[in-house]
């Protein structure tokens, strides 16, 4: 999801680089206040702003035929997540997103609570379970660290963003997503990539972007398909693997135990694992 003109409502517009179509929505908190920055696509408290877009999405789905997939970073990649969850047999394409916005930067937090409840809004020792409470009474969804949901993703990590242990650690914890070496956690249609794709909070180099969105806008392909496609054109720097932070740390102990596959080369992978391994 992307920000557009806050003058302009929701449009379908061409891509250049894919020529696919896509739409495109404004956020609406936006238009509330000008000074806020970001707001997750949440819409007010009371406004169901998240079931209306993916009522939209899921219209639109149905009468083009064709499998939506939700693309975009940071504060766009929550909102992805959000809507790939609600979206059946959509997917969603992100990087170094928020997996809990409680967890971002406080003052940004703060401001956006502020507007999206229309209050003034505690900063005290207990703020985040009063947001919390509230979003709920809102019906705002505010966290995507939930364990069992079936949506299809692809994550892209960078290993030096604070991101990793406030939003990564928990996700990989929720979805239980196993490791399989060269960085990738998960199984074929659900993936965390954690790589070196830059500094800190960058975005991944526009090659990468371009390959992924190329190979999931073919319906069949999933997030392990990408994987493949990265490592087939050496986009992956793999001489640095060694380097990559281990996530189990982040992970319970019967987690890692139920789950941990030993990493094998991709040229094993390639010529031995099926489906059913994944």
């Known amino acids: 999801l992307?920000?557009?003109?806050?003058?302009?409502?929701?449009?379908?517009?061409?891509?250049?680089?894919?020529?696919?179509?896509?739409?495109?929505?404004?956020?609406?908190?936006?238009?509330?206040?000008?000074?806020?920055?970001?707001?997750?696509?949440?819409?007010?408290?009371?406004?169901?702003?998240?079931?209306?877009?993916?009522?939209?999405?899921?219209?639109?789905?149905?009468?083009?035929?064709?499998?939506l997939l939700f693309v975009g970073g940071s504060g766009g990649g929550f909102a992805s997540l959000v809507m790939s969850a609600r979206v059946e047999d959509s997917?969603?394409?992100?990087?170094?997103?928020?997996?809990?916005?409680?967890?971002?930067?406080?003052?940004?937090?703060?401001?956006?609570?502020?507007?999206?409840?229309?209050?003034?809004?505690?900063?005290?020792e207990s703020w985040k379970e009063t947001a919390s409470r509230a979003l709920k009474d809102g019906n705002i969804e505010f966290n995507v660290n939930k364990p069992g949901r079936k949506n299809n993703f692809l994550i892209l990590q960078n290993y030096n963003d604070w991101h990793v242990t406030k939003h990564a650690y928990p996700f990989l914890s929720s979805y239980k997503l196993p490791y399989r070496g060269r960085g990738y956690y998960g199984t074929r249609n659900q993936g965390l990539l954690l790589s070196i794709f830059g500094e800190g909070h960058s975005v991944p180099d526009a090659a990468i972007l371009d390959e992924i969105l190329q190979k999931l806008l073919i319906p069949e392909n999933q997030a392990w398909d990408c994987l493949e496609q990265l490592l087939e054109k050496g986009l992956?720097?793999?001489?640095?693997?060694?380097?990559?932070?281990?996530?189990?740390?982040?992970?319970?102990?019967?987690?890692?135990?139920?789950?941990?596959?030993?990493?094998?080369?991709?040229?094993?992978?390639?010529?031995?694992?099926?489906?059913?391994?994944?």
């Not at 956020?27 to 993916?54: F, H, K, R």
């Not at 940004?108 to 900063?123: C, G, M, Q, T, W």
């Not at 693997?241 to 996530?247: I, N």
């Not at 740390?249 to 019967?254: H, R, T």
């Open 2 to 67: 992307h920000r557009v003109d806050r003058r302009q409502r929701q449009m379908c517009i061409r891509d250049r680089r894919t020529n696919s179509p896509y739409f495109a929505f404004s956020d609406p908190l936006l238009a509330v206040d000008s000074e806020i920055g970001l707001a997750w696509y949440t819409g007010m408290a009371g406004s169901n702003c998240q079931d209306t877009m993916a009522e939209i999405c899921t219209f639109l789905q149905r009468v083009t035929r064709s499998k």
């Open 91 to 124: 997917v969603a394409f992100v990087w170094n997103p928020q997996t809990n916005l409680l967890d971002y930067a406080k003052p940004a937090v703060i401001k956006y609570l502020e507007v999206a409840l229309d209050r003034d809004f505690p900063s005290g």
């Open 236 to 278: 992956l720097d793999l001489g640095h693997v060694k380097d990559l932070p281990f996530l189990e740390s982040g992970i319970s102990s019967e987690v890692i135990e139920d789950s941990f596959i030993e990493p094998v080369s991709y040229t094993h992978l390639r010529a031995h694992e099926t489906p059913e391994h994944l």
